[in-house]
Every structure is written in C-alpha cells, then in structure tokens.
C-alpha cells in the first residue's frame, strides 16, 4: 500500500539559461585579458568561469530533463538527471582546483610580469557579473542540490574576482607579484572544500543511502505510537531527489486485522510519518508472532 505526497519547491530554469549567457560573455573577456596581462590568476578566473558556463548549461539541461513526465520504461521519470549533474559539476571544479594549484605552484618557482590594469578592469567586470548570476540563482539554491553546484560555481567565480582585484591593486601600486598565484592557491583550496561537500551528498542519493535528516529510530518511534502494529522491520529508507524521501518496510500487527482496518492503520501511519519528512511509503503487512499464536489458537478451537 502506496501513500502519495507532495511539496515541491518552483526551480526557474529561466535564471539558469540567462546565467549561461552572463557567464559566456565573461570567459570570453577574461582569457583575452589573461593572455595579454599574462595573469595566472584572470586565466584562473576565465577558466573557472568556462566551467561555470559548461555547469550551468548541464545544470540547466538537467532542471528541464528532471520535469519530464514518467512512462512505462521510465517509471520515476528522469529525476535523478540533477542528481548527476550536481555530481559531473562538483567534480569538474575539484579537477579544474587541483590544475590550478599545481600551475600556482609553477608561478611561485618562476614568477612573471602581470598588467595590472588588465587584470582589475577585468575582474571588476567578473564582480558584476557572476555577482548577479548568484542572485539570481541564491534562493533555489536552498531547495535543489543541481542548482546548488551551479550556484557554487559561481560564489567561487565571485570569490576569485574579488581577489583578482585585490591583487591587481597589490600589483599595481606595491609590485607584488608573488600575490598572483598565491589568490589562485587560496582560491582553488576553498573550491575543492565546497565541492566535496556536494559529491559526498549527490553520490550517497545515487547509492540510495538514507538520508541524513532522517533516524531510522523516529521511524520505529512513529510505529511504535499505534497499539495494532507489533513492529516494523526490514526498514529500507531512500531519496529519489532533493525533496522526496521514500521509505519501504515489512509491518507486523499484533492480530489477524480485515483488510479495511489495515489499510486505516497504515494511512494515519503515513501521515505521520509525513512529519519527519517521508513523502512515499510502502508497506509489506504481515501477522507478528502475537497475531500467528491467535490464528493458530482460533485454528485449533474449531
């Protein structure tokens, strides 16, 4: 017996799509302006920014892909798109982090000249940019965990543009050119600590664990408060998506119920387990050892 509930929060797939086109132009700005100012740190900046256009039009692929209705072959639809893409995004940024530390490292053994000017003008247009990219997308960021790869795409993008420009600036007036790939060092540190964060959690949906919001223990709990059912065993919790947590398990009752006075149990225990977050349940009913002992007792009696 299935119970059915929904709370899903709106994502607009509009904002991703003028995202893509912000970011698109400002790659294109940054790797010119990298190469002629011949700073790691806007080559740094552009990459990034390149990987934040290719994140968002997956991102946004996978947001129209995720509405698609189900059929016979896809029977959940393409939920699970987003999911994929979050991890694809999560782990391109740690891959363009580690290339980056190692090009900064390279940048502190042989250091090189860096037009200043570029390199501000630039990141100042970086600022604006990706700073209203994050806006747009800040509050379904909260809501989607696709939305929140592409959302930290570009807080990072944000970050580094602001120490673009502050190294511009340490360039410019004080000569340090030390500073350049010391912000890409800092900068790619922080983006491999916040993605990690996102692959651990899209691949322990993939790997339908349970989620970490959820205690087994206030499932057992929640059965507990109904005097007909004995227990709740053979538990398997998991989330489809973001929102939607499924729970399957095997209910024993303490007697041999009709049919009708099962199904009243297990709609007011679906309901309250909607309290704790679980959208979907499926239950296998079974006579306890309790309802076993009255059958065979009445079996025996005739």
């Known amino acids: 017996m299935e119970h059915h509930h929904h709370h899903h929060h709106n994502v607009s ?43 968002l039009v997956i991102s946004y692929y996978a947001h129209k892909l995720s509405h698609r209705p189900q059929n016979l072959k896809q029977t959940f639809g393409f939920k699970r798109a987003e999911i994929l893409a979050a991890l694809f995004n999560a782990s391109v940024l740690i891959a363009v982090s580690v290339y980056l530390i190692v090009e900064s490292i390279h940048r502190f053994i042989e250091p090189q000249a860096v037009a200043s000017t570029w390199v501000m003008a630039l990141a100042a247009l970086g600022i604006v940019v990706n700073g209203l990219s994050a806006w747009m997308l800040h509050r379904d960021a909260d809501h989607n965990i696709n939305i929140r790869s592409a959302y930290l795409h570009l807080i990072g993008d944000l970050m580094t543009s602001f120490a673009v420009l502050a190294g511009g600036a340490m360039i410019y007036f004080y000569g340090w050119y030390w500073i350049d790939p010391l912000l890409s060092l800092l900068i790619s540190f922080y983006l491999i600590r916040s993605s990690y964060g996102i692959v651990k959690e899209s691949t322990g949906m993939l790997m339908q664990f349970a989620p970490s919001d959820i205690s087994v223990d206030a499932i057992i709990d929640k059965a507990a408060q109904f005097d007909a059912i004995e227990n709740i065993h053979h538990i398997h919790l998991w989330q489809l998506d973001d929102e939607t947590v499924f729970l399957e398990a095997r209910l024993n009752f303490h007697q041999d119920l009709c049919l009708s006075e099962v199904s009243a149990v297990i709609h007011d225990l679906s309901h309250a387990l909607e309290d704790i977050g679980i959208a979907h349940t499926t239950f296998q009913c079974e006579t306890g050892k309790n309802g076993r002992e009255a059958v065979s007792a009445s079996c025996h009696d005739h």
Not at 40 to 54: K, P
Request: charged share 5%.
């Open 13 to 55: 797939g509009g904002k991703l799509l003028f995202s893509v086109i912000l970011n698109l132009v400002i790659t294109v700005a940054q790797f010119i302006g990298g190469i002629l100012s011949g700073s790691l740190a806007l080559l740094s900046d552009a990459l990034h920014n390149f990987s934040d256009v290719m994140s």
